[in-house]
C-alpha cells in the first residue's frame, strides 16, 4: 500500500457537511493502489445507536489519484470517524493518528459539530439558471441620446478605448430576445460612472454611467428582468478603483494631508501617476491605484456599496473582480452584509486558478470555472489532451471544492478577457457545439457569453469585444436554433442540473466521453465523440437503452455516434 500518497483532513474539501447533520467526506489515494475504501464511524460522545460502517465509493481519479466519497449522515451531528484501507493485499487503518493495524491505535477523525451557522449555502435559484455576459458598450445601442462623443457605427473594429454607445436601455430592449434563448442570469460588466469603455476604473460607484442611462434605467432594467424571470448581477470593483476616483485625487491634491491617505497603497508622497508611486491593478496600471481594503473607512465605503445595489435597488448578486487579490476577512464581512441585504443573493469571485479558500461558505459561492474553459479548449477545441486527460482534469477541478460550489460554478467557454471559443476552435461549429453540449449537461451553470449564440469571432482583448450582431442576415440562426434547444434541454431535465456525476465512458482511443447524471427520479447518459469517425459504444453498467433529448431517436442495441456528434440518452 502507497501509504504516502493518502491524503484526508477534516476540512475544506475533504470532510464538510452538506445538510444540517450530513457531511461529505473524500479520500485520497495512490491511483489503482486501494480496492476499497470503507470508514468505521460514531458519535464523538459514543451516543447509543451512532455507530456505523460506510462504504466509500471511487469518485474519479486524474493523473496520480483516486478520489474516494461517501456521506455520512449523524443524528447527533457530532461525527468522529477512522478509515479501513484495502489494496487487496493488506488491510489498515487510517485517521489523525496515522495508520495502524489496531482501528483504535489509529484514532478518530473528528468533525466536533456541525453548525447550521457554517453550512455552505448557496440560493437554491442558482441550480436553474443559464448565465449570460454582456458587456454593455457592445450589446445594444438603445438609446443614441446618451452616446459618448466619437461613437463609432456599430459592428466597427473595437480598440481599447473605442466607444459604440451600447447601454441599458439597449438590454432592456432585447430582453425579449434574452428571455427567448432562455437564458435568466445576466451578468452585467461594470456599468458604473467611469472614463472608459469597459468601466472597470470606476469613479463612482453609486451612479451609473451616463454613458448606459441613470438608476431609473437601471431600476427597469432590473424589474423588466424580474418580470419575466430573469436576474441580474453587477460587477464589483473592489480591488481598485479609476484614477478620478475622488478619494484618489485627493490624496493627489493634498498628499499625506488627505484624510484618504491611507486608502490606498502609497509608497512616497507625493503621488506620480507618471512614476506609479503607488499599488494598482496587475503591472503599472496607473488609472487603476489599488485599494487598502483593510483599513476600516474603505472596507465601511466598499461594504455599503455592495448592500446599496442589492438593498435598494433591486440586483440579485455580485461578480467580484480580481477577487482574489482582496482579503479573505473583507469578503467574509462582504458575505454577511450582501446576504443580510437579500438571503438569496449570488456571489460570484473572478479568480482563474484554484479557488478553494474562498469557496468554504463564509465568502463566494462559486467562481467564474476558466479551469473548466481550460480543459475545454485543451480537449474539444484544439485536441491537444485525450478523453482520458479531460477526465483527469475535470476530476481534479471538481476535487478542489465541496460541491455546493460545484454545483454552482460559472462554467465558462469565453469571456469579454479571452479569445472567443469559436475562433480557438478555428471556427468550427461542430467543436463548439460539443463544447456547449458539455458546458449544458456537467454540473455548475453554463455561462454564454453574449454573441456566441450567433457564431460571434473575435481574439482575445480587445477584438473579443466585437457589436453583437443583430442583423439576422449576419447570424448564424441555425447555431441560436440550437442554443435555444440545448438551453430548453437543460432547464427541462432536473438530473443534468443537479443529478450525480460520474463517468462512465472514456475511450481514448475511439475519443468519446460518456457520463450518466442522475437523480432518483430521471438518469441522462451524455456520450461525446471528439473524433473524425462514428463511432459505436458500449452501454455503460445500468443503461442498456433510452431516448435522445436532442434528435428524439430511440436508441437499443448498438449506441452509435456521429462524427463529433452528440447523444443525450434519457434512460430512466
Ligand atoms: C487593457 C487593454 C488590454 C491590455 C491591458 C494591459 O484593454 O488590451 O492588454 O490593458 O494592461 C480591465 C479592462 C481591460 C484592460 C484592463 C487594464 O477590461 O481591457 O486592459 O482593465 O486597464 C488577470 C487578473 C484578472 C483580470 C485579467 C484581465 O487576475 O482579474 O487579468 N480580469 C479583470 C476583468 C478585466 C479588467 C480587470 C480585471 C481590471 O475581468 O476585464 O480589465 O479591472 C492568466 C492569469 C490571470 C489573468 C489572465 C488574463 O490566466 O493567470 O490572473 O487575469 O491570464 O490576463
Ligand atoms: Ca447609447
Redesign the pocket.
Known sequence: MFQEAIYHQPLGAYGYAIGSNRAKITLRSKKGDLKAVSMLHEDRFDAPGSHGTLQLTLAGSDEMFDYWQGTVESETKRVRYRFLLDDGVNRLWYAEGGFATVGERAGWFHLPYLNLADLFTVPDWVEGAVVYQIFPDRFRNGNKDNDPDGVLPWGGTPT?STFFGGDLAGIIEKLPYLSDLGVNLLYL?PVFFSP?T?K??TIDYLAIDPQFGDLETMKELVDEAHKRGMRVMLDA?F??CGMLFPPFQDVLARGQESEYADWFHIKSFPVDTQAINYET??TG?A??PKFRTEHPAVREYLLRVAEYWVKDIGIDGWRL??A??VDHAFWREFRSVVRAANPEALIVG????ASTEWLNGDQWDSVMN?LFRDACIDFFAKGDIDVEGFDQRLTRVRMMYKEQATKAMFNLLD????ERFLTTCGEREELLRLAVTFQMSYMGIPEIYYGTEVGMVGLT??DCRRCMIWDEQEQNRELYQWFRRMISIRKEHRALRVGSFRSVIVDALANVYGFVRETDEEGVLVVLNRSRFAQSVSWPDGVSGGVDLLSGARYDGVLEVEPFGAVLLKYK
Open positions: 481599447p460588466t472608459s469597459h472597470y476604473d470593483v480591488n481598485h491593478f496587475a496600471v488609472s487603476m473582480d480580481v482574489d487579490e473572478e479568480a482563474w486558478h476558466y469571456s469579454h478577457d479571452t482583448d480587445p
